[in-house]
């Protein structure tokens, strides 16, 4: 994998444990990070549309990962200061720019999914009601 060189004196590397690079591909790996960006992605998002969106997530893990992705600027929370209260999530343009490569990642994930499954010993890896139908 190919690094930019010689950036300000040092050389930008995710596989050095003092890279600045490891945090972004800490924040983005994680598995409710991705599927909440996927979820988002469409547009402007309530947090009770997207805890329907991405099916097993909890309340607490999906506002993690809304709050470390709004901190690292990839998704704005706008609070319309209303009553009932209204929050609305949306992408940045930080976040946008990292769609087509979760898009990549998703259709990966589809397309090798029955592979994978196989060699991990797990079979048909579509849900028990599509197996039996």
């Known amino acids: ?3 930019p060189i010689d950036r300000h004196g040092w050389t930008p590397d995710p596989l050095n444990a003092e890279c600045p690079s490891r ?3 800490d924040l983005i790996a994680d598995k409710w990070t991705i599927l909440a960006l996927s ?3 469409g547009g402007a998002h309530r947090n009770g ?5 991405v099916g097993g997530v909890s309340q607490k893990a999906l506002t993690r990962a809304l709050r470390d992705l709004e901190r690292n600027g ?3 929370r706008v609070d319309h200061q209303e009553i009932p209260p209204r929050v609305e999530y949306r992408l940045t343009e930080l976040g ?7 898009g990549q990642l998703c259709e990966w994930a589809i397309a090798n999914m029955d592979v994978i499954a196989v060699h ?3 079979g048909d890896p579509r ?7």
């Open 1 to 3: 994998m190919p690094f």
């Open 23 to 25: 945090k972004v591909i």
């Open 39 to 41: 979820a988002i992605a």
């Open 49 to 53: 549309e997207l805890m329907r969106r």
């Open 74 to 76: 990839l998704v704005s």
């Open 96 to 102: 946008l720019s990292l769609m087509p490569l979760l």
């Open 120 to 122: 991990a010993g797990g």
């Open 127 to 133: 849900p028990a009601l599509l197996r039996n139908g």
